[in-house]
């Protein structure tokens, strides 16, 4: 219930507006994002390649409807790339085809994501598209097809809780495209997405064995540490290296977990977002955890 609304919150307008005009909102989206500018999240890049983690940016953004809008996402996101490479940083980037312009023309996002993936692989460096609500699983698919990138320059997330997902893998897999693996954020119909927590789960963890199986390297993207120790126990019985593939987890959740993963000797890579287009972010991640929302009220009435 709260979940749900909660999601449709992160997708209304005043909301939004009393929030991200407020410096107490701000404040509490510290937890989860790095910063507005660019500077904040290059900062927080240095700290955590400092401390062993791997890193993704994302330039938070997503549902852009303006021809304008998706171009000048694409040239921030040729910039960061530039940055990262100016500094010799080691963070990927990690894109949402809506803030390429996906909801306006396909083409224009196809564009878009050839000219990151160029300036990707100018710099030897990582593309990977996140995967947004299933009115644009499809979609999604065609354009990271039709940009047709290689495997070591662009790669895909899909989620666990879509029914679709299984047989969504198996095509990419035929294809050697690199996965990123998570449960699913968007509020979604049972028509679509497995309605309980336990057969969500379920799919994610059938799916990391697909994945693991295969020779190529994907993420593995969750907190959940009981699916982690699975993970850890699937490869140790198939003789899988722990440079086979990483876990992947979001900036400020689980800190502890991402240390303790880190001493373990497992890859890690911290997805870390920037930027003002912040609130639907963190509306999500107020929806995972209902106990997010009790911190948030305590501060609105401490305040
Ligand atoms: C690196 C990364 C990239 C992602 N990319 C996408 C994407 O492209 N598309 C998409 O739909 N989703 C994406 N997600 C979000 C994902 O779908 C889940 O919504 C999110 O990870 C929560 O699920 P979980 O696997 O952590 O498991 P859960 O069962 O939800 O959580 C397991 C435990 O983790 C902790 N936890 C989880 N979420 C929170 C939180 N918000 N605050 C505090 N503690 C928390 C709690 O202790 C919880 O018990 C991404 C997640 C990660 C880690």
Redesign the pocket.
Known sequence: MLRSFLLYLSERETPKNLLTHHALGRRLASR?IAGEELEDALRTVRQLTAEGFEV?LDCLGESVHEAAAAEEACRTYQAILDRLAAENLRSHV?VKLTQLGLALDEALAIRHLQAICERAARHHNFVRV???SSAYTEATLRVFRAANAPRDILGI?L?AYLYRSEKDVEELLRCGARI?L?????KEPPEVAFPR?RDV?GN?QKLTEKLLSSEVYH?I?????R?IAATQAFAKAHNISPDRYEF???YG??RQLQRDLLRQGMRV???VPYGRQWYAYFM???A??P??LLFLLRNLFRA
């Open positions: 989860f993704t990690s996140d995967m947004e997330a989620q990123r998570v449960k699913g954020a968007y927590k789960d994610f993420a993207a969750t907190h959940d540490a699916l992947q987890l979001l959740i689980r890579r911290v997805y999500r991640r107020l995972e955890r106990a997010n």
